[in-house]
């Protein structure tokens, strides 16, 4: 038979972190010796008192559908986590529980983007920001930064991007890839570039809420006249190490709430009843029940960046939240290694899986071309053993 896809399929790229774990584990399955640095998720264990909670959801046979936005339990949670963490007051008609944050994410694109619409993506971005807005026929306009700002956009930029085309502005702080952090004072100037215009909803990713150095997170929708025009998007995968749970959440005015309940319904309906009941018990609990997975994650920080300012060709910042770093490695495209020329940041991420047996993931995928990402969720020991390898290899190449 024909083995046609359709025309969508194909103008999808795959997510460049999945590709990398995968060309990782194929390496692995060979016998090399690979560190992965590649996929970001937190090398911790979920606390015992969620595992408890499916545990206990199962005995009591919670195990049928539940509504399509979530259990009333789990929006309960939800809504008293916006109260008591970010300020930020909805009601469980304004909660929506999915399958993950992607599908999250998914979910507001496909409820308010037309074909021909413009999404304002800053980069570095998710990698996969750019392919769900293909998915629902929308223009990408990224937005390039760099490491000397710390790959931040600032409020004239943005202003200059706006067009009568501009239907969402999306972005994650703490930031997947780079770590940064928008601050209250910066959240505030780019919120009152938006606020004029009513056509613009802006989709505030805040997965890393809880991994953050600063200790004080600035959610988009708490600035003055921004809820009605806010999608805060969040989820239990990173601050909680529940990445296999799989469940994702958002709070947003009714329509789009509404809207994205409709896209559920027929996609997936709602997670599962188990996951719920875990994600309600990590979202009632104390948010310092993750402070030492938080301290882990500072510390290893700054054995990476300190590490990497060593290694030849990478300049490196201090990121303020997640569990990256993302070098800028411009100055090693030119240089070579057995006559085979590094011209960009993918063939810089496959000569360090190739020579240094460490993954990272070239920083074209999140459209900022001259880094890679390294992602620290790993132990102190495995850290050290990367960063030495990366300067190995990097002290080998000629110019």
Known sequence: MEQTTSALLQRLSESATIAMARKARELKDQGVDVISLSLGEPDFDTPDAMKQAGIDAIEANETHYTPVPGTARVRK???????????????MDQVVVSTGAKQSLANVVLSLVDPGDEVILPA?????????????????????????????????????????????????????????????????????????????VTVSDEIYELINFTDKHASMAAQPGMWERTVTVNGISKGFAMTGWRLGYIGAPTWIAAACTKIQGQFTSAPSSITQAAAAAALEADPSLVGDMVEAFRRRRALMVEGLSQVPGFKV??????????????????????????????????????????????????GTPECIRLSYAAADDVLKEAVRRIDEACRQLSA
């Open 124 to 200: 570095p971005y998710w990698v996969s920001y750019e392919e769900i807005v293909k998915v629902a026929g929308g223009i990408p306009v990224v937005l390039p930064t760099s490491i000397d700002n710390d790959y931040k956009i600032q409020p004239s930029e943005l202003e200059a991007a706006i067009t009568p085309k501009t239907r969402l502005v999306m972005y994650s702080s703490p930031c997947n890839p780079s770590g940064s952090v928008y601050t209250q004072e910066e959240t505030a100037a780019l919120a009152d570039v938006l606020r004029p215009h009513d056509r613009i």
């Open 77 to 91: 949670a939800i809504v008293e986590k916006f109260k008591r963490d970010n300020g930020l007051e909805y009601t």
């Open 317 to 366: 910042n201090q990121p303020m939240g997640a569990f990256y770093v993302f070098p800028d490695v411009s100055a090693l495209f030119g240089k070579s290694f057995n006559g085979k020329v590094l011209e960009n940041a993918n063939d810089v991420a496959f000569f360090l899986l190739e020579e240094a047996q460490v993954a990272s993931v070239s920083g074209a995928a999140f």
